[in-house]
């Protein structure tokens, strides 16, 4: 099997920005601000135009990213897709991000990660070397050299491209 075949794309999605105008509340709980809202559907035009379309969704369960994921996914025309909620991606550091990634199914050959901060932009220096400012409702995509989703590790991918909400003429 040839690498370009058996390459894996892996896309990245941080959560738009969040509230901190409840003190009550957990850093779990808090919602989108206005500034998320808006965001988080603009990159999901951003998905439909670059024809993203990830073979399996995995999602923080924590407020901001499933209204990010709701957001972002139904604008891209993705809202039918099915979501996996895994506990282990809230706050996840690239450990645990890579422990994630490796129990993906082979069979699929894309896998979106929507997740928090440090922990996607030190995935993404991690596996391409590169340092990349990863901001709230960024999305970037890595084409990983592997034909298995565990043997995803350091250096293994490339970045094909990174779009932050501020690029985007709205």
Known sequence: MSAARSAKT????????????????????RPLNKRGEKAAPLMGKVMRARDVCPSIIICSPAKRTRQTAKLALKKAGLDEAEIVFKNDLYLATTGGLLEIIHKTDDLLSTAMLIGHNPGLSELVYLLTGVEEA??????????????HWKDVRTGCGKMEWIVRPRQVVR
Request: negative net charge; glycine residues 0%.
């Open 10 to 29: 892996l896309y990245l999605f941080r959560h738009a920005k969040s509230s901190w105008d409840d003190p009550a509340l957990t850093d779990f709980d």
């Open 134 to 147: 990863f901001p709230t409702a960024a999305l970037a995509c890595l084409r990983l050299n592997v034909a």
